[in-house]
């Protein structure tokens, strides 16, 4: 199996895990709180942030694959997380979900359409900070699991 389908075939196992998951959820526990520092955020936060980071990390991806323009140094990421959870906050769960999906079947098939050398591009990832794509399609599943182990101890 080649490298990107590896990859591609990670992301796509992953979110199907995800989306298992969230589908199973109760009313409550969608409003449980998973994170109380600053902005409190619950279950649902956390799923419109699986969507609006991936959407924009993707987006970032093929900017870099395309031009090597990476995320502005003076990017703040909870600025832009606090953007986008007002943007996504009239959202039901349902309806994040359904974006969740479109969102993770977009990154498979971006992933999937990869070369060798896209991989070794270089940019700058707004959290790794300068990296080369492997590592940034790496670290969208690998976000998503840290998150998903703090949702799983809140619902405890």
């Known amino acids: 199996m080649s490298e990107i389908t590896e990859l591609a075939e990670k992301l796509k196992t992953e979110g199907e895990r995800m989306v298992a998951f969230f589908s199973e959820l109760s009313a409550d526990q969608w409003n449980a709180e998973v994170y109380t520092e600053g902005t409190t955020w619950s279950v649902r936060n956390v799923l419109a942030h699986y969507v609006t980071s991936e959407r924009g990390l993707v987006r970032l991806f093929e900017r870099i694959r395309t031009t090597g323009e990476g995320a502005a140094d003076d990017f703040s990421i909870d600025r832009y997380n606090a953007s986008q959870q007002e943007k996504t906050k009239d959202f039901t769960p ?8 479109q969102v993770r079947a977009e990154s498979v098939q971006w992933v999937s359409g990869l070369n060798d050398e ?27 699991q840290l998150h998903y182990r703090d949702v799983k101890r809140a619902l405890r």
């Open 118 to 144: 896209d991989l070794e591009i270089q940019g700058r990832h707004p959290f790794l900070g300068e990296t080369v794509i492997r590592e940034m399609v790496k670290m969208l599943y690998l976000h998503n």
């Open 94 to 101: 349902a309806e994040l979900l359904e974006q969740y999906k």
